[in-house]
């Protein structure tokens, strides 16, 4: 069997003890003679499955008391119109920070909503850097503050979380969720579509705080109103079953690696073996602030497309796969969530290695 580093920004990769773990069980899960598929939603068997999985999200990321998690769909995107339609109640305003192609459309969709000011933004240079976010910068009469804390497209991540005070702080932590230890009672509400760092797409996972439920409008409907799936422990109506079956995976799979603090460790050291790559590069670099770099999302670029597009197709022969840049950035983007190990990354970095020594030779040539 086949499997390559892939290196896609998402749907991504998941860990192939995880993928092996589902095919020993899809025909028959727990000798129900059934699919987890085809379980119902409000079987014993699911509801074990369901519950594990809450409870072992909740030890993995340490989410205090007095927060729910909901398993919901809609994506990260629904996200960007739920928040603001619940939220938004007393006062009808927020403040968001611009870092970026998600953060600018989670911007736009709640301007539909209320009074939306950007109070901090690095669109003035290309999204390259965080810009710095402080306590003064905050309207304290806002209903929350909006940030992204990794921006998958353009590779930069948040070192410190923002200190805003009373005013509740939203996440989209899409693509750095369990990838790093954070603490969850600086947050309002986190939440993460979960084809990057939880599992297949078509789960969304949110933390909220308690007291931010119940807030929506009378007219808010119900599927996009927080305290339906709150109240009915995310089985109002059918929830993306078989993905929070394998996001139950995932958690166990993580736990079984030490948890967080183990998996951070390993995010940190491959982060820092491609950063040192890129450091040494004669052709290629960073494009990246060095105070706001990701750990989970690279991009880095060369001066020539061609060179890029060679690079891209070379990589691809090698089992080295999606390594294409986002449009907007241009050149390279390794994706190098949870589920990508070490290896992946010393293979991707060998090849540059290599690709460069041929380069080299190359232009002495001519
Ligand atoms: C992928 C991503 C999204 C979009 O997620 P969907 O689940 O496709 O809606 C939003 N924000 C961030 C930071 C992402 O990485």
């Known amino acids: 069997m086949k499997r390559v580093y892939n290196f896609s920004a998402g749907p991504s990769m998941l860990p192939l003890q995880v993928l092996e773990k589902a ?3 899809v025909v028959n899960y727990r000798n129900s003679g059934m699919s987890v598929m085809e379980l119902s939603h409000r079987s014993g068997l699911f509801t074990d499955i369901i ?14 008391e007095g927060y729910k998690v909901l398993f919901i769909q809609g994506g990260a995107s629904q996200q960007f119109a739920t928040v603001p339609m619940n939220l938004l109640g007393k006062n009808g305003k927020a403040d968001y920070v611009n870092t970026g192609s998600w953060s ?6 709640a301007k ?3 009074t939306i000011r950007v109070i901090a933004s690095s669109e003035d240079d290309n999204f390259t850097y965080i810009p710095a ?3 003064s910068m905050i309207d304290p009469e806002a209903d929350y503050v909006h940030i992204t804390t990794n921006n998958t497209i353009e590779g930069t991540a948040y070192l410190e979380i923002p200190d805003t005070g009373d005013v509740p702080l939203v996440a989209d932590m899409s693509s750095n969720i369990l990838s790093e230890e ?5 947050f309002g509400l986190i939440y993460a579509g979960a084809q990057k760092n939880i599992g297949p797409a078509g789960l969304t996972v949110v933390i909220i705080r308690e007291d931010l439920i119940g807030r929506a409008p009378e007219n808010c409907p119900a599927m996009l109103d927080y305290k339906t799936h709150s109240e009915s422990g995310s089985l109002y109506n059918t ?3 078989y993905g929070i079956y394998m996001a139950k995976l995932v958690f166990e799979w993580l736990k079984s690696l030490g948890g967080i603090k183990e998996m951070e460790k390993i995010n940190r050291k491959k982060a820092q073996i491609l950063y040192h790559a890129l450091e040494e590069s004669s052709i290629f670099k960073s494009p990246v602030r060095k105070d706001s770099r990701s750990l989970m999302n690279i991009p880095f670029v060369s001066d020539s497309t ?5 690079f891209v197709k070379e990589a691809q022969s090698k089992g080295l796969e999606t390594l294409k840049g986002h449009r907007s950035v241009g050149g390279m983007r390794a994706s190098i969530y949870n589920a990508m190990p070490i290896e992946g990354v010393q293979a991707l970095v060998t090849f540059m290695n290599d690709f460069e020594t041929n380069y080299e030779q190359k232009e002495e040539r001519k």
């Not at 519950?51 to 909740?58: D, F, G, H, V, W």
Request: net charge negative; glycine share 2%; aromatic share 2%.
């Open 23 to 25: 095919q020993e069980e």
């Open 182 to 186: 954070i603490d969850v009672s600086k």
């Open 51 to 64: 519950t594990e999985a809450e409870k072992l999200l909740r030890e993995l990321m340490a989410i205090p």
């Open 306 to 310: 061609e060179l890029d597009a060679a």
């Open 239 to 241: 929830p993306p079953t």
């Open 112 to 114: 539909k909503f209320g």
């Open 104 to 109: 600018k459309k989670a911007i736009k969709e």
């Open 133 to 135: 976010v402080d306590r």
